[in-house]
């Protein structure tokens, strides 16, 4: 594929599952080129297979984003291939056992701060070398944080801690950005139906110390805000959204 200025440029990490799935193949559905970025190699190419009639604009980019390497090589990759860069999504997540704090290890908590926020980072380091150099210079990132970020679950600190990490990093990101014309924004979802959440539906702890089932809602609602965030000028920002499940413990918890 050319260079073309009237394509618009996405890349989305942690594309292989849940939430950066839906939200590449949404963004494909309204014509974004997309690069789909992720550690697992097979679950990249089955994204790029649900993409059906819009594959050609798909490309799987096995990436670790706790790599400063391998980030600076995806996003070389996307500007020899097309040239710009529209979007980043920063998805790419992940969390920890459900252990006591004072249980957790060292390495579980420095497993989950580099993917959450390193990742997130260095993604946004690179989206910034990149979107300042083109012409016309600017885009926007999206940044996947949680209502866990402000509602902790129990025994979720590095989670917790790192989402609320990305609050402030959306924030520095908005403010550093503006003088490139970088719009940043951060989407906080709430029980999306996804892998990680497939346990919802046997109960989860709460607060209080019991066990409950949490609703979920459909992870289209998720892609569609990622899209409508996406669709904006850069003269206009959504700067948080919170999308969740209706009937879920959030307004309220804790």
Known sequence: MTSDPEQQVAIVTGGGSGVGRASALALLDVGYAVAIAGRREEALAETVRLAGANASRARAVVTDVTDAASVAGLFEGVRAEFGQLDLLFNNAGTGAPAVLLEELTVEQWQAVVAVNLTGSFLCTQEAFRMM?????????????????????????????????????????????????????????IGNAATEMTARMSGGVPQADGSMAEEPTMDVSNVANAIVYMAGLPLDANVQFLTVMATKMPFIGRG
Do not use: F, V, W
């Open 132 to 188: 300042k150099a083109q012409e016309p210079m600017g885009g926007r990132i999206i940044n996947n944080g949680s209502i866990s970020a402000d509602r902790p679950r129990p025994n979720s600190a590095p989670y917790t801690a790192t989402k609320h990490a990305i609050t402030g990093l959306t924030k520095a990101t908005s403010l550093d950005g503006r003088k490139y014309n970088i719009a940043c924004g951060q989407i906080d």
